[in-house]
């Protein structure tokens, strides 16, 4: 059998298109009514717009192809896209603007060839700081699916930017900081875990070098011991032809020392995944699930204690105006979403059976990231429209 | 040149995989004919509706691609790094013309033994000298997603056709993704293959053309026929025919002492003929034929010289054949046959 072209399948889902279509014109209507301005974005961009940061998971499913030389993508969603038209609009960063989008993000994924399109919804405000800015963005994810007759939503909430500041207590690089942060769910995972994740690090991030006795990076007699390290490892360089690809030999022996500082790091790294362990672990409504994340606080973190007092408010601040209620709201601090470009609060919205509808989050740094002179605060969402579209066609 | 009534098979003009693939047909019993070498055609005389077309490796590829060939054999790398709905692959492990598509990196760079180390390099590189890594490779659609795939983002892809493995010596591209023989090529340019930097385990494989497989009666009469050969020769490899003389009271005792051990069972059991007239002795002499899996063979000898066996002979299989060729099966299945 043929497998089913990218044409095939969007006309198998003629129902769901129309669902679809409906619910996106109420959504455009709700959005501008609350002023969210309709901005469009190109479909093709510059490949590097989207390569900002190397964490992202869904990097690898970006839908890529040359021209002209030129590497370039198909949106894979709008946030980045927003960050770029706001440096481009308001190279100050001084205006607050609160936009819309929707339309057709690509991704491709080899698992599955032929799901190539998909219909997003996404909300962006940008240039406004604080718990008011956050607290909007989710009350209007919530609200807007009241609007189109979702029923039985489930708000999810965690914050990156929190478990980024606990993680500074362990003093790691940012590569191990970065590979930590995307084990979340292994750890979460009964079947992996605390072990697991180890073991996994034991054989990538902490390896040392194959020329290299475990021991040896142990010892107290460190500074002599890697005086030595480095003359051994520039004499073998040197007898290893000149063939350098780009690098200096400062560079390689630089890189070394750090890989062998990192692999006398595995206490802090197993200190580090314990906290990781624990704050994953928490899963509960709102009052206890502050209480709970706030006992993993050390003291000496005034920055950390300032984080989970914001959130705190932002999440009374839902809760008193009703626009979410307490019963639609789970604290998930372990929680991580598909982009690496988030700073602060992160959420989803699943329904009852765990369906995940939309989702977003805070992400302050990204309008420097693509090229802007200074960061910008912003906060925004984005509907996964075809399985929004699955979710009504069920209901 | 295309018959509508002919099958047309595009194998490997050139490269590393061309004579071996000659070699390979003819030892499956599939000769190939080939009258002049300068032109791009030849015939197979076991399979009188085929026609040969002698083309390069990715030219193999792009003809059963486009359906101008409905059978093929190439490389299963350059397969991977030009997909194409048309195109299935039919048998993926044809055991010859192995090798690897592979990350490698300077000999220098003792700091990296894994692909974790190189998205740090590229971080660094990003960082500290405000440009991307490098990577010299003809294969741009499987590096570029198995780099991605590795957390490594800030690459570029410098495509060029031959001498990949010089670009880090000469000083175009940083690291390579190439194919990888022996690795000899790679330590005389002084470079290093990363563990766990394999991309493609690549040997020679069979494709055909979807449409064709799915419509037309004459192509999967061919297929099935080529399978039959081909199943049926890699099989035979696997075994070895063996006849040893045993002295016995009757066929049926010595049948029940051969049976008695799984390894000299053969695939159905043993085929037991009386030595006539040889003897001066009241003895009975038997000579038992089994077939047995080569790599059985001497654990097999050392059973037969416990019942008694001597003079064991061992000759080659050329082909098994089984109820069906299991590959056909399994296309058959593949393209949603019943």
């Known amino acids: 059998m043929q497998p089913p072209s990218s044409a095939d399948q969007f006309h198998l889902q003629q129902t769901r298109q129309r669902i679809l279509k409906q619910f996106s014109t109420e959504l455009a209507a709700f959005f501008a009514h609350l002023g969210y301005e309709m901005v469009e974005t190109p479909f093709i961009q510059d490949a590097e717009l989207f390569l900002t940061k190397a964490g992202d998971q869904i990097i690898n499913r970006l839908f890529t192809f040359e021209r002209n030389g030129r590497n370039v993508a198909l949106r894979p969603e709008f946030t980045v896209s927003a ?68 029923r039985n939503w489930r708000v999810q909430l965690g914050h990156i930017g929190l478990m980024r500041a606990l993680l500074k207590q362990f003093n790691l690089d940012s590569l191990t900081e970065r590979v930590l942060l995307t084990q979340l769910p292994a750890l979460h995972n ?68 750090r890989k062998r500082q990192r692999a006398t790091e595995r206490p802090q790294i197993a200190a580090a995944l314990d906290l990781l362990t624990d704050l994953s672990a928490i899963d509960a409504a709102p009052p206890a699930a502050i209480r709970e994340l ?57 329904d ?42 069920n209901q | 040149m295309i018959d509508s009534q002919r099958v047309t098979f595009a194998l490997p003009s050139k490269g590393a995989i061309a004579e071996p693939t000659l070699n390979f047909l003819s030892d499956c019993g599939l000769r190939i004919d080939k009258p ?37 054999i190439t490389g299963l790398d350059v397969v991977r790094e030009h997909p194409h709905d048309d195109l299935v692959v039919i048998h993926d492990n044809l055991r010859y013309g192995y090798c690897k598509l592979l990350v490698a990196v300077p000999e220098a760079w003792v700091d990296v033994e894994s692909m974790l180390d190189l998205t740090e390099i590229a971080l660094d590189f990003r960082e500290n000298k405000r440009r991307n890594l490098r990577v010299a490779t003809t294969y741009t659609h499987l590096a570029r997603r198995f780099l991605h795939a590795r957390g490594i983002h800030h690459f570029t892809l ?107 069972r053969g695939l159905q059991g043993p085929t037991i003929a009386p030595i006539l007239g040889a003897h001066a002795t009241d003895q009975l002499w038997f000579t038992v034929t089994i077939i047995i ?16 066996g001597t003079q064991t002979t061992v000759t080659p299989v050329r082909y098994v054949f089984f109820e069906q060729s299991p590959t056909y099966a399994r296309l058959r299945a593949d393209l949603g046959f019943a």
Not at chain 2, 220 to 242: C, P
Not at chain 2, 293 to 308: D, F, P, T, Y
């Open chain 2, 158 to 264: 410098v495509s060029a056709e031959g001498a990949i493995e010089a670009a880090p010596t000469i000083g175009y591209a940083d690291i390579i993704v190439d194919l990888v023989q022996t690795g000899t090529t790679l330590r005389e340019n002084h470079l290093k293959p990363i563990t766990d930097g394999v991309i493609v385990e690549s040997q020679a494989c069979l494709i055909g053309n979807r449409r064709w497989l799915e419509r037309e009666p004459r192509v999967q009469n061919t297929t099935a026929t080529l399978l039959e050969y081909v199943d049926a020769a890699l099989q035979g490899r696997e075994y070895s025919q063996l006849t040893v003389n045993v002295c016995g009271e009757s066929a049926a005792v010595i049948a029940e002492k051969v049976a008695a051990n799984p390894l000299t």
């Open chain 2, 293 to 308: 899996q080569n790599k059985q063979m001497l654990s097999a000898i050392e059973h037969l010289r416990q019942i008694g």
């Open chain 1, 352 to 393: 009852k059976q765990g369906l995940l509808l939309g989702g977003g989050g805070r992400y302050d740094e990204l309008t420097r990231l693509v090229g802007g002179d200074q960061e910008v605060p912003a906060v925004g969402f984005a509907y996964y429209a075809d399985t929004l579209a699955q979710h009504l066609d």
């Open chain 1, 190 to 257: 009964p079947d992996q875990g605390k072990a697991y994740v180890l073991s996994m690090l034991d054989q990538g991030l902490l390896s040392a070098s194959p020329t290299d006795e475990p021991d040896h990076a142990f010892t107290d007699d460190m500074t002599t011991q890697n005086t030595q390290y480095v003359l051994d490892v520039l004499l073998d360089a040197t007898q290893r032809g000149v063939t350098m690809g780009g690098r200096s030999r400062h560079d390689i022996v630089e890189r070394l020392l």
């Open chain 2, 36 to 72: 002049n070498p300068r032109q791009y055609t030849g015939t197979i005389p076991a399979l009188p509706d085929v026609d040969l077309l002698f083309q390069r490796v990715t030219d193999v590829v792009y003809k059963v691609a486009d359906g101008t060939a409905q059978l093929g």
């Open chain 1, 83 to 150: 960050a770029s038209l706001y440096n481009m609009q308001h190279p100050m960063g001084d205006q607050v603007v609160r936009w819309q989008f929707h339309g057709a993000v690509f991704e491709d994924d080899p698992e599955a060839p032929h799901q190539i399109q998909r219909f997003t919804i996404g909300v962006e405000l940008i240039g406004q700081r604080g718990v008011d800015a956050d607290a909007e963005i989710i009350a209007l994810s919530a609200r807007g699916l009241d609007e189109i007759g979702v």
């Open chain 1, 294 to 350: 706030s006992s993993f606080i050390p003291s000496s973190m005034p920055g950390a204690r300032t984080l989970v007092q914001e959130w705190s408010a932002m999440i009374d601040l839902l809760l008193e105006t009703h626009l979410i209620p307490e019963t639609q709201l789970r604290l998930v601090p372990g929680l991580l979403r598909n982009w690496d470009y988030y700073t602060g609060m992160i959420f989803d919205i699943r």
